[in-house]
């Protein structure tokens, strides 16, 4: 592997014209001078196309790419189709990067013969509040049959794990060698269709590489921003869950017996979007009806036999007990209690103790 190897990064662009330039010149003070800034309009109906047009004509570095609106997968894709880098780079439109993200990434690749490195990051919540994600302690590599094993962990943890996942399976804080994505044609599956692009592409890019890397470094900043969806959301949800799940029990077949990673994945989808419509705006009978209509999926009799209740720590369990069971109200009731002030943490002794204080829980009894 040469030593000074070229980054393209590829920036999807669509509606984001208030977070744009702090985005852009995360990139162009980036430390790599050796960069090529691959920006996607994907047809965006603000002022964000002119926006870029004016960045190529300031930097030739960047280039511009103009087409329909297709979603962000497929706009990565057009951004692959173009790139000419040995490693590429996606970033996401209204977040960014420290000035020497790609520099330390691209370094340690060419020095370790690395495919791909992955770096922690913030999670920006509010301006001013962070949370950190960091997936090991120090440098640490995976190679041949590890990886495996990694790919799988991109999905979600094993059984009786407290945590839900090891590895975030974002696509933007890494970096991948290019020629592993062109010689097997990897790209990003549609959003329309699946209810995430990046956890297909981690796994066919991981199952084709000999050696990946992990630091600590936080350098890259993933942002909440102010736009609300929860007036879209619909069963139609689920159903890219659905779609998402079969479509991983197909790729990791060799790799995930029984496809319990796959199962894990989609109970906890299912557990965040309940959450995510007791939250949202909708009518009370609209919620009760799509929280209803999950609990009624088909998809349950196939994961139930497989998945047991006692592989998920208990405030997880009792949850998917509800799904289990068809008992929608439980399941609502049970939502809303642990994430009430009812649930408290106390610490004692060094250990975390759950209280529960349960009221309507009394009678129910959970079976592992």
């Known amino acids: 592997m040469k030593v000074n190897a070229k980054l393209s990064i590829i920036v999807p662009i669509y509606n984001v014209e208030k977070y744009l330039d702090r985005c852009m010149q995360s ?26 047009d004016s960045y190529a004509l300031c930097d030739k570095r960047i280039k511009v790419i103009h087409k329909k609106n297709e979603g962000l997968g497929f706009a990565r ?32 690749a060419t020095k370790n013969n690395c495919d791909a490195v992955y770096c922690g990051f913030y999670k920006e919540y509010k301006q001013g509040t962070y949370s950190k994600v960091q997936e090991c302690e120090k440098y ?10 990694i790919s799988i962990d991109f999905i979600a943890s094993e059984p009786f794990s407290k945590m839900e996942y090891k590895h975030d399976m974002s696509v933007w804080h890494s ?4 020629k592993i994505i062109e010689d097997n044609n990897i790209r990003f599956v549609s959003e329309r269709d699946y209810a995430s692009e990046d956890v297909p592409f981690q796994i066919d890019f991981l ?19 102010d736009i ?32 319990l990673r796959a199962k894990r994945l989609i109970i906890g989808n299912a557990r965040a979007l309940i959450r995510t419509i007791l939250r949202s705006n909708l009518d009370k009978e609209t919620r009760k009806r799509i929280i209803s209509e999950i ?33 929608p109200l439980i399941t609502t009731l049970l939502c809303k209690t642990l994430e009430s002030r009812y649930m408290l943490r106390i610490k004692k002794y060094n250990k975390i103790i759950w209280i529960k204080i349960k009221c309507h829980l009394k009678r129910i009894r959970i079976q592992s």
């Open 207 to 225: 199952l084709k590489s000999r050696k990946v890397a992990f630091i600590p470094d936080l350098l890259y900043t993933y942002c909440f921003n």
């Open 27 to 52: 990139l162009l003070k980036q430390t790599l001078r050796d960069i090529e800034i691959i920006l996607v309009d994907d047809g965006s109906p603000d002022n964000c196309p002119n926006k870029c």
């Open 77 to 108: 894709n057009s951004g692959l189709e173009i790139a000419s880098g040995d490693y590429v780079a996606f970033v996401d439109s209204d977040d960014f990067v420290s000035l020497d993200m790609y520099k330390t990434l691209i370094n340690l």
């Open 295 to 327: 609990h009624k999926h088909h998809i349950w009799n196939e994961i139930k036999p497989v998945y047991k209740l006692n592989y998920l720590p208990f405030h997880q369990r009792i949850i998917l007990w509800g799904i289990y069971n068809n008992k």
């Open 140 to 149: 640490t590599e995976f190679i041949g049959d590890e990886l495996k094993e």
């Open 175 to 178: 970096i991948y060698r290019r």
């Open 228 to 259: 609300s969806l929860t007036k879209r959301i619909s069963l139609d949800k689920f159903e890219k869950f659905v779609a998402l799940y079969y479509l991983l029990i197909d790729k990791t077949k060799n790799a995930d017996v029984n496809g």
